[in-house]
Every structure is written in structure tokens, then in C-alpha cells.
């Protein structure tokens, strides 16, 4: 038995208890101003959304100290952990300061648009006074985008390529704002009128985050993978190759679940439109984005 591996691993487990009370230290203090973030968790009236949103949050960090650790040098027990800590602390204020350009580019683009409760949207009042679960699955979207375009980033500069880890996360983040927009289209509107943010902050239906869910979460680790493959000079902006097979996998998961509701509504009339866009039928909407996930698994299985 490597004994060296538990050491590290009690540290590291300590670390990782740490950077969970940082983030909800950081959590309260910026990102949930004017609420009270333990009430909303452990008060007389527990809050879903807000503890979903919670939680996107502590898998963000929690798969930033993994990329950490994976890609730490292993020379020095000693140095390697406050590298690790001062690294992960600095990525977790990165992250807030990004949620919080998340939250303000809501507020730009509903501007004083009120949702189908009579409040102006923001992504605050959906999360603890409306306790809209839809705005927490999509902040929880947002977060697993962000994060992983910051696994792009070698914080160690073992590589020394920089410049094409940088290009590596923008053109992560491009690509989770593609899948947000191509679901959106073709899964809950083929047009613009009910759109994912209108869904998530307007009409707080679930159903249609939790299905982009299962699209994010199969695409950007497929996307991953493939960028472990990259040469040197490559990155996702001079690499149309890495994009073109993206699109034909996304485009098989689009046929293979059209072909799924046509069968259904011949078989048994249930439209999944209906179900996902109109009906907010939540339980749909978490058996979709499993089924789309798990499409896109045979994808990442064949890469690996």
C-alpha cells in the first residue's frame, strides 16, 4: 500500500472541508447580498433552489481542486500543498467574480421586465424569495460551463502554453453557450419565444434546465477529453476539425431524441415538447437530460 497516497489524501481532505466553508464564506458575503444564506439552508423552511444553486458552486470548486491536484508537480509534499491552496482560494474568488457577471447580465438583459409573478428579475429574488428551482439548475448550467473552461488554465505552467490554454477556455465557454443555445431552439422553442432564460426566470419551469443539464454535462467532458489529444499549437480556435465532430455528435443526440418523441407520439400520443415546455413536467425534464447524457457517454466511452 502507498501510505504516501493517505497522506495526501487526509491533507487534501482537508483542504477540500476548507475550500467548501471558503466558498460559503465567499457565497454569503457577495453573491447572496441581503439574504441570509443559513436560513435559507438550514431554516424552518429549507430552500431547494438556493441549495442548488449552492451546490453548483461546490462541484465548480470541488472539480477545480481535482484539476489542481491531478496537475500539481508531485516533487515536494511540502510545496505542493500551499501551492495547491493558494491556487484554488484565488480560482474560487475568480469563480464568484464571474457568478456575479452572470447575475448582471441577467439583470441587463430582463432590464425591468417582471416575470409571471409580478417581481423584477434578478437572480437573487428568484433564488430566495420566489425559491425558484429553475434558476438554480440553470446558475448550476453556468457553473459547470465556467469550470470547465478554467480546467483549461495549467495554473503550474508545466506546458508553457498559456496563450492556448486561455484560447482553450474561451473557447469552452463559446461552446456552453452554443449547447444553452441549440437546446434551447430545438428542445423547448424553434424560434425564440420560450427561450431557456425565459423558461428558468419568467415562467420557473425546471423541467427545461434539467434538460440542458444532461447536454452540458455530456458535451464539455467529451470536449475535454478531446482537447487531451491536441498537439502542439492546437486549440480550440484554429482546430475546425475538434468543432465539426462536435457538431455531428450533438447533431446525432438531436436526431436519436426527435426520433424518441415521434415514436412516442405515434405510440402512445405524449408530445415531449408539450411535456418539457408547457406542462413543466420536472420529472420529464430529469429523465431527458439523463437520456441526452447518456447518449453522449457512448461518444466519450469511444474516446477514452
Not at 477545480?64 to 511540502?78: C, E, K, M, T
Not at 480550440?236 to 455531428?248: A, D, Q, T, V, Y
Amino acid at each position: 500500500m502507498n501510505f504516501t497516497i493517505v497522506a495526501f489524501f487526509a491533507v487534501y481532505a482537508a483542504l477540500g472541508i476548507l475550500m467548501l466553508i471558503v466558498w460559503w464564506l465567499i457565497y454569503q458575503a457577495f453573491l447572496a447580498r441581503g439574504h441570509d444564506l443559513r436560513e435559507a439552508v438550514f431554516g424552518r423552511r429549507p430552500n431547494p433552489a438556493v441549495a442548488m444553486d449552492l451546490l453548483g458552486g461546490f462541484l465548480a470548486s470541488a472539480i477545480l481542486l481535482y484539476a489542481l491536484i491531478s496537475l500539481s508537480p508531485r516533487s515536494s509534499f511540502r510545496l505542493n500543498v500551499p501551492a495547491v491552496a493558494t491556487n484554488i482560494m484565488a480560482l474560487l474568488v475568480l469563480l464568484a467574480v464571474l457568478r456575479l457577471l452572470l447575475a448582471g447580465f441577467l439583470r441587463l438583459w430582463f432590464g425591468g421586465h417582471r416575470d409571471a409573478q409580478g417581481d423584477i428579475i434578478s437572480l437573487n429574488n428568484e433564488l430566495f424569495v420566489q425559491r425558484n428551482l429553475a434558476s438554480g439548475v440553470f446558475s448550476t448550467n453556468a457553473y459547470m460551463i465556467l469550470v470547465a473552461g478554467l480546467m483549461q488554465l495549467d495554473l503550474f505552467n508545466q506546458s508553457g502554453n498559456f496563450l492556448h490554454q486561455l484560447w482553450n477556455m474561451l473557447g469552452v465557454w463559446l461552446l456552453g453557450l452554443v449547447l444553452i443555445t441549440v437546446h434551447s431552439f430545438f428542445y423547448l422553442e424553434y424560434g425564440t419565444k420560450n427561450h431557456i432564460l425565459h423558461e428558468c426566470f419568467h415562467d420557473n419551469n425546471p423541467a427545461a434546465p434539467f434538460s440542458q443539464m444532461g447536454l452540458i454535462m455530456g458535451v464539455l467532458p467529451l470536449n475535454h477529453q478531446l482537447l487531451i489529444i491536441f498537439g502542439p499549437g492546437q486549440h480550440m480556435f484554429n482546430s475546425p476539425g475538434l468543432w465539426i465532430m462536435l457538431g455531428m455528435i450533438v447533431l446525432f443526440v438531436l436526431i436519436a431524441r426527435g426520433v424518441l418523441q415521434v415514436v412516442l407520439w405515434v405510440t402512445v400520443r405524449i408530445n415531449l415538447r408539450h411535456e418539457l415546455v408547457i406542462a413543466d413536467n420536472v420529472a420529464w425534464g430529469l429523465l431527458d437530460g439523463g437520456l441526452i447524457f447518456a447518449l453522449v457517454l457512448i461518444f466519450l466511452a469511444l474516446m477514452v
